[in-house]
Structures are given as structure tokens and as C-alpha cells.
T-cell receptor, first 114, second 114 residues
């Protein structure tokens, strides 16, 4: 089983639609969570950190469910510029090292249609 | 304030050769992580450097090695290149602290092995 799993999509939605992505993770020791977006042939860019109580930033809402080990991202009023691959990221911090590592999902492709 | 920079942007090598990729972290950051991203996949964690030491390592062979310098910049070395090493190599930097450790990515080096 992959450590971080996402539906690869693609999700094709019309402008103005609401779209939701889910992500599941297998390591219960995971400590923090993020959503990144990646445009074609570009580097990932941080979209949102995901807080335990859930958080909202404009049109974006992130939720964390530790009991079920999943993270979600909701995008309201989709824009053409939201078209990208959305990557779910889990931050593991093994006790022995004092540092951490990011585990990425494979990403969910979103295409917003005019 | 410069973000994360990487050099070179593109590189073409042949099987069996060796390659060195370079990364300068964002100002104020002390931790550098390296990732390999194959087409259609999420970034795969290679290793992380903090205080000039390798602190975490992903499932990559010893052909992949690295270094961090006192100014926090880093190098990734790959020996005995294989065709399968063709990928986008991403460097990310962060400031090591408790809680969230948001990573910021450089534009990547696209390596092609012929």
C-alpha cells in the first residue's frame, strides 16, 4: 500500500464549480500535512498547510481527519488558473533523527473548463 | 529575497557518467531536501541535509549522494547513471523547527540520460 494515496483524476470541471480532492495516508505517526499545486513542468508550490481543526483560505478549504487518516481539499468557484496537479503531502518526523521528510502523493489532475 | 535556486536547469548525460546538481536554499533556511520526480509521478524523497549531515534518506541506492556546505547550499551527486535516472530533480529548503516545516521548491534540474 502506498504511504500517501490520491485519485489521479483527471477531474474536468466547468468554471465556477466546486471540486473536492481526498487523500489518504497510512502512517499514523504523520505529523503535519500540506497541499501543493504543480503546473506542468514546473516546481510544486505550497497551496495550504492543513491544520488539525481545518482551515480556510479564500476559495480553498482544507480538512484533516486523523482518526480516518485522510485529508481533503475543497475548491469553490473554480477558476481557469486552478488547472494544475494538486499534490497531497504528509510530513513524517521519525523520533530518532530530529528532522523530517515529506511524502508526496502522485497528485490529482484538475482541469477547469471555460 | 531570492527563493530556492538550482543549477543547471537542463542536463544531458550518457549511461555510466556522473552528474552533480546544485541548490541554494531560500534566505534564512537551514535544511535542504532533494527529490526525484519522474513523469506523471509525485516527487520521491531522496535525502535531507541539516547541519551539513545527511539526516534522512529515502529508498535510493548509494549511487545517490550529497553534501551540504556551511552556507547551507547543497549538491546532489549521482554516479553510474542509468536510463531510469532521467527525471526532474527538485531541491526544497525549509527552516527546521517544531510544528509545520513548510518546504519551498526550486525550479528543478531536468536530467536526461541517453
Amino acid at each position: 500500500r502506498k504511504e500517501v494515496e490520491q485519485d489521479p483524476g483527471p477531474f474536468n470541471v466547468p468554471e465556477g464549480a466546486t471540486v473536492a480532492f481526498n487523500c489518504t495516508y497510512s502512517n499514523s505517526a504523520s505529523q503535519s500535512f500540506f497541499w501543493y499545486r504543480q503546473d506542468c513542468r514546473k516546481e510544486p508550490k505550497l497551496l495550504m498547510s492543513v491544520y488539525s481543526s481545518g482551515n480556510e483560505d479564500g476559495r480553498f478549504t482544507a480538512q484533516l481527519n486523523r482518526a480516518s487518516q485522510y485529508i481533503s481539499l475543497l475548491i469553490r468557484d473554480s477558476k481557469l488558473s486552478d488547472s494544475a496537479t494538486h499534490l497531497c503531502v504528509v510530513n513524517l518526523r521519525p523520533m530518532t533523527s530530529g528532522t523530517y521528510k515529506y511524502i508526496f502523493g502522485t497528485g490529482t489532475r484538475l482541469k477547469v473548463l471555460a | 529575497d531570492a527563493g530556492v535556486t538550482q543549477s543547471p536547469t537542463h542536463l544531458i548525460k550518457t549511461r555510466g557518467q556522473q552528474v552533480t546538481l546544485r541548490c541554494s536554499p531560500k534566505s534564512g533556511h537551514d535544511t535542504v531536501s532533494w527529490y526525484q520526480q519522474a513523469l506523471g509521478q509525485g516527487p520521491q524523497f531522496i535525502f535531507q541535509y541539516y547541519e551539513e549531515e545527511e539526516r534522512q534518506r529515502g529508498n535510493f541506492p548509494d549511487r545517490f549522494s550529497g553534501h551540504q556546505f556551511p552556507n547551507y547550499s547543497s549538491e546532489l551527486n549521482v554516479n553510474a547513471l542509468l536510463l531510469g535516472d532521467s527525471a526532474l530533480y527538485l531541491c526544497a529548503s525549509s527552516f527546521l523547527r517544531e510544528g509545520f516545516n513548510e518546504q519551498f521548491f526550486g525550479p528543478g534540474t531536468r536530467l536526461t540520460v541517453l
